[in-house]
């Protein structure tokens, strides 16, 4: 087996294939053997990387939020206004979910703790400096659901991805920001 590539290196195809596993396998049947075997190294190679099969899915939480954050950081240095930036985050998301289908498994696992839900945080009191707490809470909600629930039957093919379906999914989640 191959064991000479750079340590980064073995590092992110494992934590790209434990991604892989967690689609197919799920938390509670996760294998460290499997990925290991996926990468073509040695079962013993991952724990060089990770003390652990949890600090591997750690890691794979961490690669998926950086990746999701960077697109993220972008959206919001190209629209400042708090309303647009937030409309435009939630259909950012659901592009980064459909062009990785294969992250939406560790997604699904964490949703609260993910860059949307942070950043739904950070921009809906600037979108409604006036309202109360809880109508805040709700219309952040109510775009979140509208992103999450977009992504799910768009997976499912329930909708199809294209323009037109982006441009309604905008309105509606510019709807709920009115």
């Known amino acids: 087996m191959d064991e000479e590539r750079g340590s980064d290196s073995v590092r992110e195809q494992l934590i790209i294939a434990g991604i ?4 197919n396998h799920g938390i509670a049947d996760f294998s460290l053997r499997r990925v290991a075997s996926v990468c073509n190294i ?12 949890e ?18 950081d972008q ?7 708090p309303k647009t930036c937030l409309t435009e985050c939630c259909l950012a998301y659901i592009r980064f979910c459909i062009a990785n289908p294969h992250f939406r498994a560790v997604l699904l696992l ?8 942070e950043r739904v945080k950070k921009l809906v009191p600037l ?9 805040r809470d709700y ?4 775009a979140r659901c509208i992103a999450y629930g977009s992504v799910s039957l ?3 093919g329930e909708l199809e991805y294209n323009d037109r379906t982006m441009a309604r999914i905008k309105e509606n989640i510019m709807r709920e920001l009115e």
């Open 154 to 156: 768009l997976l499912k």
């Open 127 to 135: 979108c409604f400096p006036e309202k109360e707490e809880e109508e």
């Open 55 to 72: 600090m591997l899915i750690e890691a794979i939480f961490e690669y998926i939020k950086n990746q999701l954050n960077l697109l993220l």
């Open 75 to 81: 959206v919001e240095a190209v629209f400042p206004e």
């Open 20 to 23: 892989a596993e967690l689609e």
């Open 42 to 53: 040695s079962c013993a190679a991952p724990y060089k990387r990770f003390k652990n099969k």
């Open 139 to 142: 219309r952040g909600y109510a």
């Open 110 to 117: 964490s949703e609260k703790n993910l860059p949307l839900g």
